[in-house]
Nanobody, 122 residues
Framework: QVQLVESGGGLVQAGGSLRLSCAAS????????MGWFRQAPGKEREFVAH????????YYADSVRDRFTISRDNARNTLYLQMNSLKPEDTAVYYC???????????????WGQGTQVTVSS
């Protein structure tokens, strides 16, 4: 069982930046595809980005491409999401997830963190 703990959320003005982290409990972290999802109030959870186990490939939702960067440090069992040029519509609870498929569908991920709130003010 992989335990995931997100951190780094907060309140930021539009145009600002935040860096989210997701610490994993398992040394097998490096075997998993890792993803970031988000859920805004009243909306369904949506895909943000994922990165393969070797960090060789990353994939982004159109809404965040060129603004967000997903990365991972397998030696530290940690996943990151660098968010730049933030917009009010990026406001959501952000979740990290671990799975075995490089998927954009949340149901294909096996393990989830508790989420961290990101609020972008206009």
């Amino acid at each position: 069982q992989v335990q995931l703990v997100e951190s780094g959320g907060g309140l930021v003005q539009a145009g600002g930046s935040l860096r989210l982290s997701c610490a994993a409990s398992e040394r097998t972290f490096s075997r998993y595809v890792m993803g970031w999802f988000r859920q805004a109030p009243g909306k369904e959870r949506e895909f943000v980005a994922h990165i393969r186990s070797t960090a060789s490939r990353a994939y982004y939702a159109d809404s965040v491409r060129d603004r967000f960067t997903i990365s991972r440090d397998n030696a530290r069992n940690t996943l990151y999401l660098q968010m730049n040029s933030l917009k009010p519509e990026d406001t959501a609870v952000y979740y990290c997830a671990a799975g075995t498929a490089a998927a954009t569908t949340d149901t294909l991920y096996d393990y989830w963190g508790q989420g961290t709130q990101v609020t972008v003010s206009s």
